[in-house]
């Protein structure tokens, strides 16, 4: 062997060096192309630097793209920006340009005047019947019950006998009910009962109801009674069945004429048993009375007002430092009065004051005239501490009639001398979106013997008091600190002044609080990515390598530069077409603390590569008679399974006494398994297909008549051929296309030597079928099946998996619906779960196109499993 010379090993390795500088890329962070195992090709985006990106609102960190930092600040350089988003406590004030102690004695009570609500609760009862409030107009707290007459219902006019009857014990007599038309409380009459008792216990006369009665959604019964005679005490209740049980209701005296009653319903049962009460008795209870008459008249149902309730006027307040309990140390004073009460049980009004606690009861003045009261709290009020000054007013009532009562406070102090340590708390500050807080800083001058602690705190609602608040942050001194809390929409401040020396305080000058946020939207874009190359096929898949919290969302987008589709975070992106192709990310986030993150993209598509495959069809052929014929078909393909035009390949079979024909027709010889091959010419890649060859059958010697049956057959063969060929005449499938049930086609064959040249027709076609199949209800079959364009028919039928539409040309036979429904049930049989879980490679379904090719070809389809075993 002649040994290399030193030129074509240089040759050689410039070659190799060529390779390696192709395939390695200059950056990391560019476009990576990636050579795949199915002639496709992967085009990365490593989101590491800016390059080759155009960033809008986000910026790149940690390998990721992500929304970019947004920097804003709560600046407060003088107290009028702290009082404008706060408050300050009786014990702070504004001077000159800092917030300090107030100096002078002041009233603790904040707003004591009442000339607005505020710093005051107003508490009503617990069921509202004795209210607090502010008097809008007096200026003053008023804490009062008022209430007309409860609601009565019309339940019996008693103008008349209908419904009741008489009804008395033994021991009455002359009893009897009659309707009277004089002497009425009100309306047309009245029912008159008339009797006398004897001696007896349980002895009673009165109308009884002949019908049910529902009481059940009112629990009092007021009724008119008239009596025209004493002499002997008498008696009022009502009796009622109840479940089959009696019950009754308390009895109450009579007086002498008209009187209105309350009966408590309540005592005949709960609501729930009232609703159908039998034998209700109007009952007039006495003994040893001589014969009298008792009138009832007007009865009607109400719900009476029974209750004890209290409501408070309170205020909370702060004493800082310890004072005496000496005389004067602390004095409690309002002014009050109580101007009605009528309709009622009771009131009565008390003030407290707690932490030691004292209460004192007040009650009205003369004609219910103003009153002013001093108390001496300095033995209760002279520790340091949180206090709470209360005024109840407390209320009884129980009956159906107006009732009113109210007391009215004023002019409310709560003094203690000296300078007291006081408090500046702001509102919650919007941030208007989530935010971190990197660093505060705060000025203010702090005397020997004082002190100002500045507290922060975070949030993310309006409610500082609520538990989803941090705890606060402190810092004792001035100067510049990092903030360790948690990122939130609000933010509250909190100042607190104090002094041990009543004659001394600090001051609080400014603050500034920075803060920084995600921005809500923001964008990357990608340099276009040009495919060079006649090879470039059509575009497969788009995946993107992403983060995405709650509250934040990214929307991909390709396009060739001068337009965006939106396409989902893994999926096809077959349909878009061009050699040209960009993606766009879309960030946005509803929460300022989080940002999704792009970290990589992946593109791939699909080339015509170079052969690697011959696939010849059909792979398993039947046994074939020695002498016979029998046509097959070959296929080039590189490795993914792309059709690689061949002009002609070059058939061969280990068959010693057959023959191939340049056109695949194989001529059996001799019996036994032979290989028929076909290859591509200069390439050396082949196919092979095993076929067994069978002796000719030896003719019986008892034919006798065989050239007779030759004959017949010959002519029914013919005629059979006749036959298909005008079959064949009348019609063609020209294109099959398989297609899944998200709308992404899976295979199209055809049976045209050059489908290019019915371009338009085919790409109208491909169109209205996914049209049909992206807007087909998947809960129905729909109603569609057949549709004609362009001259051609085409037909659909839907599988489990699949979506199958056959183009035809020509006239349809009618047994093309029933084939093409046998042919999906075989591709559903046979590639159903790999339909059910197709990620679009085509690699994944191997033999698809020899199963379509099977129905493309013949006239009527038959399952391969049926011709083989027609065949054996």
Not at 486 to 513: C, F, I
């Amino acid at each position: 062997m002649t040994p290399k010379t030193p030129a074509s090993l240089l040759l050689a390795a410039v070659v190799a060096f060529a390779i390696l500088l192709l395939a390695i890329p200059v950056r990391a962070d560019l476009p990576v192309v990636v050579e795949n195992q199915d002639a496709s090709r992967t085009i990365t985006w490593n989101t590491t630097t800016a390059t080759g990106f155009v960033l809008q609102n986000a910026s790149l960190a940690g390998g990721r793209a992500v929304l970019a930092w947004q920097t804003a600040s709560v600046s407060w350089p003088t107290a009028n920006q702290f009082l404008s988003n706060g408050t300050a406590d009786a014990n702070v004030s504004v001077l000159g340009s800092g917030l300090e102690l107030r100096a002078d004695v002041s009233n603790h009570v904040a707003n004591g005047d009442f000339e607005t609500d505020s710093n005051w609760s107003f508490s009503a009862g617990a069921k509202g019947n004795v209210t607090a409030a502010w008097d809008a107009t007096g200026r003053q707290a008023v804490l009062g019950h008022a209430s007309s007459a409860a609601s009565e219902t019309p339940w019996d006019k008693m103008d008349s006998l209908a419904n009741w009857m008489y009804s008395a014990s033994a021991n009455v007599t002359g009893g009897s009910l009659t309707s009277e038309s004089a002497l009425q409380r009100e309306g047309a009459g009245a029912l008159n009962v008339t009797f006398a008792m004897g001696s007896g216990q349980s002895l009673y006369a009165g109308a009884v109801r002949s019908s049910a009665v529902n009481w059940s959604i009112n629990d009092r019964l007021l009724i008119w009674v008239r009596t025209f005679s004493v002499s002997a005490p008498l008696s009022f209740n009502v009796t009622a069945q109840v479940n089959g049980g009696f019950r009754t209701t308390t009895a109450q005296p009579l007086a002498l004429g008209w009187q209105e009653l309350v009966v408590d319903l309540d005592e005949l049962g709960p609501a729930v048993e009232r609703s159908a009460l039998q034998f209700v008795l109007l009952r007039i209870n006495g003994q040893n009375v001589p014969t009298t008459s008792v009138y009832f008249d007007d009865a009607r149902l109400a719900n009476a007002k029974v209750f004890t309730e209290s409501a408070i006027v309170s205020q909370a307040f702060v004493k800082e430092n310890a004072t005496t309990q000496a005389m004067g140390s602390a004095i409690l004073a309002f002014d009050w009065v109580v101007p009605d009460a009528a309709g009622v049980q009771s009131v009565s009004a008390s003030v407290g004051l707690n932490g030691p606690s004292v209460e004192r009861t007040f009650a009205a003045g003369p004609s219910g005239s103003w009153q002013s009261l001093v108390l001496d709290v300095s033995p209760w009020a002279s520790a340091a501490g949180a206090y709470t000054l209360a005024f109840r007013f407390e209320v009884a009532v129980d009956n159906t009639s107006a009732s009113s009562a109210h007391v009215r406070i004023d002019n409310v102090s709560v003094t203690f001398p000296n300078r007291r340590n006081g408090t500046y708390l702001s509102d919650a500050v919007p941030l208007g979106v989530a935010s971190q807080f990197p660093a505060v800083t705060w000025t203010a001058s702090i005397p020997a013997s004082t002190s100002v602690l500045l507290g922060l705190r975070s949030g993310n609602n309006s409610s500082p008091t609520s538990a989803s608040w941090s705890s606060w942050e402190t810092w004792p001194s001035p100067g510049t600190y990092s903030v360790s809390l948690p990122g939130a929409r609000y933010v509250q401040v909190r100042v607190e002044l104090g002094t041990t020396n009543a004659s001394l305080s600090p001051r609080m000058s400014a603050m500034v609080l920075e803060t920084r946020h995600r921005a809500a939207e923001g964008s990357v874009i990608a340099d276009v990515f040009h495919v060079a190359g006649p090879d470039f096929l059509g575009w497969r898949s788009f995946a993107a390598t992403s983060n995405r919290s709650v509250g934040t969302s990214i929307a991909f987008y390709v396009g060739d530069g001068s337009y965006w589709t939106p396409v989902p975070l893994t999926g096809t992106i077959s349909g878009f077409a061009g050699t040209n192709i960009s993606w766009k990310a879309v960030l946005q986030t509803v929460d300022g603390l989080q940002t999704p993150a792009v970290s990589r993209v992946d593109v791939v598509y699909e080339y015509l590569g170079e052969i690697v495959n011959v696939f010849i069809t059909p792979f398993s052929p039947p046994a074939i008679v020695s002498g016979s014929t029998f046509k097959f078909q070959a296929r080039a393909a590189d490795a993914g399974n792309h059709t690689v035009s061949v002009p002609l390949f070059t058939w061969d079979t280990d068959d010693r006494t057959g023959q191939v024909l340049n056109d695949g027709t194989y001529v059996a010889g001799t019996p036994g398994p032979h290989n028929v091959t076909a290859a591509v010419p200069g390439l050396g890649i082949f196919g092979t297909v095993r076929v067994t060859v069978i002796e000719k059958p030896p003719l019986p010697a008892q034919l006798e008549f065989l050239p007779y049956a030759l004959a017949v057959v010959a002519v029914i063969g013919l005629a059979y051929g006749a036959y298909e060929f005008a079959i064949r005449r009348m019609f063609a499938i020209d294109d099959v296309f398989l297609i899944s049930r998200d709308g992404r086609l899976i295979m199209h064959n055809t049976r045209r030597m050059r489908a290019d040249r019915d371009e338009d027709i085919l790409t109208g076609m491909l169109t209205a079928i996914l049209s049909f199949v992206r807007d087909a209800d998947p809960e129905e079959d729909g109603d569609l099946r057949r549709f004609e364009l362009g001259g051609k028919t085409t037909l659909l039928e839907r599988g489990q998996n699949v979506f199958v539409s056959a183009v035809y040309s020509g006239r349809v036979p009618r047994w093309a619906a029933k084939d093409l429904r046998r042919f999906v049930a075989d591709l559903e049989t046979r590639f159903g779960e790999a339909f059910a879980k197709w990620t679009g490679a085509r690699e994944d379904l191997p033999d698809l196109k020899e199963a379509t090719h099977r129905f493309v070809s013949r006239v009527r389809y038959r399952s391969a499993r049926k011709d083989s075993g027609r065949s054996q």
